[in-house]
């Protein structure tokens, strides 16, 4: 997928603003708090619904405004136009337009134009909880397949309700048992569903993510992803069946436990995914340095990944990386963009950390923003 035009409106200091962006390498660069980053939030809400950023959508407005709007055109391999507008008024985000939906919902737009977005807050990933890992692979899967996005909503719901009923027996000791158990069942279904898809892809992409830990180590130390259920490594196999008979054992060992505590005790939203280098928790012991080649790993890897899956060059952006990497680093992350010739989008304050290579000048447009505007930054 290719960018054709940016058009966003009272999106935090943008009154309004345009871009027609360069098919291959676009630097956006000013100041800190000029609105760089927000045009990257601006495409990752017309491309996965949310802000790459995770702030809530009230935050995004305008001070001088309680709405704000975002139009993307865009074209796909096959030279097919597709254009996304998103509407936000008043704590709701409605999906305007959508090219391929005569009645467009925000789940209908996540995988239609994969995107991979690489941001320094995001080393969380390597060294944060393990939700952070398990929102990182459903961020690819939600991408990659319409039916996962369904059952990843549906089991919020259920999970939702089914914590409503043991929340409701813990504070006012009333419980509906045959309710209750009609949740667990569903929840469940959903969660065998999950966690087989998720296993699935740890296999699938796992390969991918060694492949480039080993460029950027030179084969001098290995890594290894492994799906745990529980924080606990106790299946050897992630079949259905095999799944299924673990949930249900929990949900009966469990049940006075969660009558007691007022919540799910079992389940994907509980589960790790363990980043292993050199057969240690890269959590635990990866330096600094470490974990920053394990976040590139992992997000070159999603690259491959969402280009195999999605039949579509996804879209790159580049949040102010560069400052935090060394040259090594970000030499590979420039390599693979020349190589799979994928539209990117950086964000610099300092457009000559771009400027100094003249082969890749002739490949990029530079857009300077100053206040929230944006201007034509070739010559600055």
């Known amino acids: 997928m290719i960018i054709k035009r940016i058009h966003i409106e009272n999106f935090r200091n943008h009154f309004s603003s345009v871009l027609l962006p360069n098919k291959l390498i676009n630097i956006i660069y000013g100041a800190n708090g000029s609105g760089k980053t927000s045009i990257l939030e601006a495409i990752t809400i017309a491309t996965i619904i949310k802000p790459f950023t995770n702030v809530v959508d009230s935050s995004l407005v305008n001070v001088n405004y309680q709405n704000y709007g975002i139009k993307i055109d865009f074209i796909n391999h096959l030279n097919l136009d597709y254009s996304a507008e998103i509407k936000y008024d008043k704590f709701s985000k409605k999906v305007i337009k959508n090219s391929y939906e005569d009645n467009p919902r925000a789940k209908d737009i996540i995988g239609i134009v994969p995107v991979v977005f690489l941001s320094p807050d995001l080393k969380s990933i390597t060294s944060g909880t393990p939700e952070n890992r398990r929102d990182f692979i459903d961020r690819i899967l939600s991408q990659s397949s319409k039916l996962y996005v369904e059952d990843l909503i549906n089991f919020k719901k259920v999970i939702k309700q089914r914590n409503s009923i043991l929340t409701n027996y813990k504070r ?119 974990h920053k080649s394990l976040l590139i790993s992992l997000k070159l890897a999603e690259f491959d990944y969402l280009l195999n899956f999605t039949n579509e060059t996804p879209i790159i952006l580049l949040d102010d990386i560069f400052s935090e990497l060394d040259d090594n680093r970000s030499q590979l992350v420039l390599d693979t963009i020349i190589e799979k010739q994928a539209q990117t989008f950086v964000t610099l304050t300092n457009p000559n950390l771009w400027k100094r290579d003249i082969n890749i000048i002739k490949e990029t447009k530079f857009f300077k923003v100053q206040n929230g505007e944006v201007t034509d930054g070739r010559n600055d």
């Open 172 to 290: 006012n000791g009333i419980f509906d048992k045959d309710t209750f158990q009609v949740y667990t069942d569903l929840f469940i279904e959903l969660s065998v569903k999950i966690i087989q898809r998720r296993s699935k892809f740890i296999m699938e992409f796992d390969p991918i993510f060694q492949k480039y830990y080993a460029n950027i180590t030179n084969h001098k130390e290995n890594v290894s992803l492994e799906y745990l259920m529980n924080n606990k490594n106790e299946l050897n196999d992630f079949d259905k069946n095999e799944i299924k008979n673990y949930m249900e054992n929990k949900a009966k060992n469990l049940y006075v436990a969660e009558l007691a505590r007022g919540t799910t005790l079992f389940g994907p939203q509980k589960d790790e995914i363990l980043i292993q280098l050199n057969q240690g928790n890269a959590r635990e012991w990866a330096s600094q340095g470490q």
